[in-house]
């Protein structure tokens, strides 16, 4: 019951009693209302969270040394999508990012690394995740 405590509401739905666990109750079905881990692709964009089950830091892109070619976004595995051409830079959404390293071995100038200090995606980068151009889709 993820850690809280049940107890026994005095209202009946269909001839019981309603155990809760604090979290919303709707009459025709339980709702829970902490965030939702974000597992799949869709559910980390709509929450703007990186899934919290991934131990590698989100990785960055410094474009100071990028020439662009597009090799890393290519190779960005597709349940994650987190690469994309943003004007004339090219970024990694950190909250899609797992850390998995496809990118690393075909960029041509090792401009990719780690962000252990990572900050959340500003917010004009999540147009891209989930529009029409979106190349993961």
């Not at 980390?44 to 890393?72: G, T, V």
């Not at 950190?94 to 075909?106: A, M, Q």
């Amino acid at each position: 019951m993820l850690g809280h405590p049940v107890s026994f509401v005095p209202a009946q739905v269909g001839g019981g009693n309603v155990a809760t666990t604090g979290a919303a109750v709707q009459l025709d079905q339980a709702v829970y209302s902490e965030p939702v881990a974000a597992g799949t692709r869709d559910e980390r964009i709509e929450s703007h969270e990186r899934n919290p089950k991934w131990k590698n830091h989100p990785l960055r892109i410094e474009m100071s040394e990028c020439i662009n070619c597009d090799a890393c976004l290519r190779h960005c595995p597709e349940q994650f999508g987190a690469i994309f051409n943003h004007g004339i830079d090219v970024i990694i959404v950190p909250e899609l990012c797992s850390g998995c390293d496809k990118c690393l071995p075909v960029c041509p100038v090792d401009c990719i690394y780690p962000d252990p200090d990572w900050k959340p995606a500003a917010e004009d980068w999540w147009k891209h995740p989930g529009n029409p151009d979106d190349p993961y889709h």
